[in-house]
């Protein structure tokens, strides 16, 4: 069976917690009272409540703590829960008061033996209708003899809008702000996320290896191979190495000599170095084998690439920050309880965690990656406060006997919050739209249209409505 939710406020009287009974539209109402102030705590009210929703045949239940409402409730056979999670699933059964203690017949009334009728009685719906007969036909005299007529008027209607500048406010909160004020929540989520895009910036990168041949030369009297893969360089260019490409055998005597090709460790222009640079062999071999470049090493080449910039830095921060909002945006709103709404403008990054690129600013790259790990924050509202605060300030454009028509109030979008210094409260500024009316005093127009002619109503409401 449904149950239906209705919050009081600690400003709601007798006649608005009736109304809010009134538009519940579920067999079971949970009339919740609020944590702080005390609402409706005379047994009186609770007894009204109590026939409030008798009339619509709904059952009644209460969540508060307040122990004199609690006492109260419990003489009048209501239910009370301390919370909603206390309240058990098969729902409740409200519990009868006797009004008064019924009065038991003595022993000797009941063995007297019950009168009997002179007659036959009438059964009911032949005496109700006995009795209805001359009423139908009085009431059918006068509805034929007495005139009447049925008049549909339209009051005057106007638009209304509002440009209003709300202070988004703490609950708790010692900041001065602005009359218009929307009660408002800090939000906050953590969220992480990675994001790839193509480099765009432009360099000259190395491209191929420059290559050449040295000459090694035996220093002892005995018989050395030089292995492939020996690394040489030379002591002017110490970063730049050269890797011998075949194995060198040297004869068992001092000055023998054999040549082996040899190729730079890293592609770029810095290989081409001049003849006789080379002088170094790593390793202990180089106690024993000189070495030297007998004509200068070529080939070494550079190529305009895509290289990691500033801007694409940048670029890909900026890109995986929006998704991060997108993504912060959608678990903030799945958390709101019903009826909360969350501001989207709102939201921005207050703390970066973690940042990584994986490539370094000008290094030759294709593609750089990026992954962070933020704190977002933002504003949540309800929206029932906004409605209320909206109409609040809307009332303020009413001119003397005008009303606002219910349900015509519409808000436009928001626009993104300015935030102020620690001092002052952010604030939204919103379009409210409504439609006014001034209505027509149903008393006062039977008396002008009492004994007037059909033809005169219209002009008759028209100055009524004017006035």
Known sequence: MKIQIVYLDPEDDQASARDKIAWAKAPRIVMVWPARGRALTRRLDLRLLQRASEHKGAQLALICLDPDVRAHADHLGIPVFDSLASMPEAGWRSRRVPSCNPIRPTRRALELPAPRPASKPLPPAARALLFALPWISLLSLALFWLPAARIVVHPHQRPMERTVVLALVE????????????????????????????????????????????IFQNLTDESITVPRGTTVR?????????????????????????????????????????????????????????????????????????????????????????????????????????????LPASLAIQETLQKAYDRPLGEPADTLGLQMLVRVEGWSYREMDLLSTLEASLRQELKPGEEIIPGSLSVADANEPEIGTETEAPTLTISAKAWAYSPIDRQQARQLLRASPATQTAPILERATQT
């Open 171 to 214: 609950a708790e909160t010692d900041l001065e702000v602005p009359e218009d004020t929307l009660p408002a929540e800090r939000v906050s989520v953590t969220v992480e996320g990675q994001t790839r895009i193509p480099t765009s910036g432009r360099a000259l990168i190395p491209h191929e290896s420059a290559q050449g041949e040295v």
């Open 234 to 342: 030379s002591l002017e260019a110490p970063e730049i190495f050269f890797v011998t490409g075949r194995p060198a055998y040297l004869e068992a005597r001092k000055g023998a000599e054999s040549r082996a090709p040899i190729a730079a460790s890293v592609p770029g222009s810095a290989g081409n170095l001049p003849a006789g640079a080379i002088t170094a062999i790593d390793g202990p071999l180089g106690l024993k084998v000189a070495v030297t470049n007998p004509a200068p090493t070529s080939g070494g080449s550079q190529t305009l690439g895509y290289v990691v910039s500033t801007a694409d830095q940048a670029r890909a921060r900026e890109l995986l920050e929006s998704q991060l909002l997108q993504q912060a945006a959608q678990l903030l709103s799945a958390k709101l309880a019903s009826g909360e709404r969350l």
